[in-house]
């Protein structure tokens, strides 16, 4: 089945630098990839769609300039979190999903749990 | 965002009982989705429901999209300790632009 990988799963920062996780589609070609966010004992929420070769969409109250997302190939997105504050600790995950099906489901990665200190 | 109402929020049983959960919207999606996430890791697929009324089984989990498309449920049957997790529902509209989730179930299983 579809894997996508995400990398680190871990990483600690310090306040006020930039740290950027990896989301990969290993063995399809993903032209949109999400990214969510998860806070302790809560939902996913979506925080923005990643699409290849133009500028994600971002969903109401998350600021792009913050979380800079790129999709520079068809297997791989990636999410920066800039300037980062002890506030941005949290869980975030990707998914992709087979391009051209009219319904299909959402392949997640591992996640990555960002702390920063 | 816009989330599914899922119910029950947490549940705690003995193995080998039957588990239940839920979850409804007020808006109508093409494909519900069942994910099963552990601590520090992605939500993994269960179950993916297409069409109105289907029911779909995976091992001892059977999953149905409901007749309205405004829900579906999630049974477990014969719980065992590795049922353990947070159970998530989702709800997705067109080729996965829309996809929203569930709060989760916290299922706990006592041995």
């Known amino acids: 089945g579809a894997v996508v990988s995400q990398h680190p799963s871990r990483v600690i920062c310090k306040s006020g630098t930039s740290v950027k996780i990896e989301c990969r589609s290993l063995?399809?070609?993903?032209?949109?990839m999400f990214w969510y966010r998860q806070f302790p004992k809560q939902s996913l929420m979506l925080m923005a769609t990643?699409?290849?070769?133009?500028?994600?969409?971002?969903e109401q109250g998350v600021e792009k300039d913050k979380f800079l997302i790129n999709h520079a190939s068809l297997t791989l997105s990636t999410l920066t979190v800039t300037s980062a504050h002890p506030e941005d600790s949290s869980f975030y995950i990707c998914?992709?999903?087979?391009?051209?099906?009219?319904?299909?489901?959402?392949?997640f990665g591992q996640g990555t749990r960002l702390t920063v200190v | 965002g816009q989330q599914l109402n899922q119910s029950p929020q947490s549940m705690f049983i003995q193995e080998g009982e039957d588990v239940s959960m839920n979850c409804t919207s007020s808006?109508?999606?093409?494909?519900w989705l069942w994910y099963k996430q552990e601590p520090g890791e992605g939500p993994v697929l269960l179950i993916a429901?297409?069409?109105?009324?289907e029911l779909t089984s995976n091992g001892r989990l059977t999953a149905q999209f409901g007749i309205t498309r405004k829900d579906s449920f999630l049974n477990i049957s014969a719980s065992i300790p590795s049922d353990v997790g947070i159970y998530f529902c989702?709800?997705?509209?067109?080729?996965?632009?829309?996809?929203?989730f569930g709060a989760g179930t916290r299922l706990t299983v006592k041995p």
């Open positions: 429901l297409y069409k109105a009324g």
């Open positions: 998914s992709a999903s087979y391009p051209g099906r009219a319904n299909t489901e959402a392949f």
């Open positions: 989702a709800g997705q509209k067109y080729n996965n632009n829309d996809m929203r």
């Open positions: 808006s109508i999606f093409n494909t």
């Open positions: 063995d399809f070609q993903a032209t949109t």
């Open positions: 990643s699409n290849e070769g133009s500028k994600a969409t971002y």
